[in-house]
């Protein structure tokens, strides 16, 4: 594993992007992490918030490692390190974000292809969010982050992920199962269209099924 660690980065994903040739030549596992983020990247041309006990990386998979939709495995193999190390039990919302117990939004991640690499980024709320941050939250509510742990748990997580992509044959099950929203009425949106209907899981290659239609791309909202 190559890993670089910044004290300030605009976006790990972006860095890793633009420099991706060039840290191929010292290895194909590639971790990018960093201490403070100012421009991370979200879902549509959107900025992920950076806050203070968070966790903000992007990290490269080979495209031929993976058996079922990148973010899918991806978000489930997430909720099986907390899990496992943790013992906490967080949710799934799609298409990327993950949730506490509390249904707030406390992690994100957004996949990006290039060539024959899939670059994942990844946005942690470890713990204290501010208490005006629209439906944010935090993974724990009693847990600190050190200026230490944010150049070594990325490491931790992704060596775990890495391992994970050898158990991907109930992705889909684990999914479904820890998606808050199934069975429930959700609002589709992507740009002026908008479409309601009960949440009834996603397809293998990721696509929500709502009502009596599918969709590959948007965002949903709740009532």
């Known amino acids: 594993m190559n890993h670089t660690h910044f004290e300030t980065c ?3 994903q972006i860095f ?8 191929r030549r010292k290895d194909d596992e590639l971790l990018v992490s960093t201490k403070k983020q100012s421009a991370g990247l979200g879902r549509s041309s959107h900025t992920w918030t950076h806050y203070e006990e968070a966790l903000a990386f992007s990290c490269t998979f ?5 058996k079922v939709v990148p973010s899918l495995f991806l978000g489930v193999a997430l ?9 906490e039990e967080l949710k799934l919302k799609w298409p990327n974000d993950l949730y506490n117990q509390n249904l707030q939004k406390c992690g994100g991640l957004l996949c990006h292809g290039v060539g024959d690499t899939l670059i994942a980024g990844i946005g942690l709320n470890w713990n204290k969010v501010p208490e005006n941050s629209f439906n944010a939250g ?16 990325p490491e931790k997580i992704y060596v775990h992920l890495l391992s994970e992509l050898s158990n991907q044959t109930s992705v889909l099950e684990e999914w479904n199962a820890a998606c808050f929203h199934l069975g429930k009425v959700v609002t589709w949106k992507n740009g002026e269209e908008d479409y309601s209907g009960i949440f009834k899981g996603i397809k293998a290659d990721g696509a929500a099924m709502i009502g009596e239609r599918e969709f590959n791309a948007g965002s949903l909202f709740f009532s």
């Open 138 to 153: 935090a993974i724990f509510k009693n847990s600190s982050l050190s200026e230490e742990d944010k150049k070594i748990l």
């Open 62 to 66: 080979k495209m031929s490692e993976f």
């Open 79 to 87: 909720l099986r390190y907390f899990k496992k190390n943790f013992a």
């Open 16 to 23: 890793l992007k633009e420099n991706l040739s060039d840290l």
């Open 10 to 12: 605009p976006s790990t």
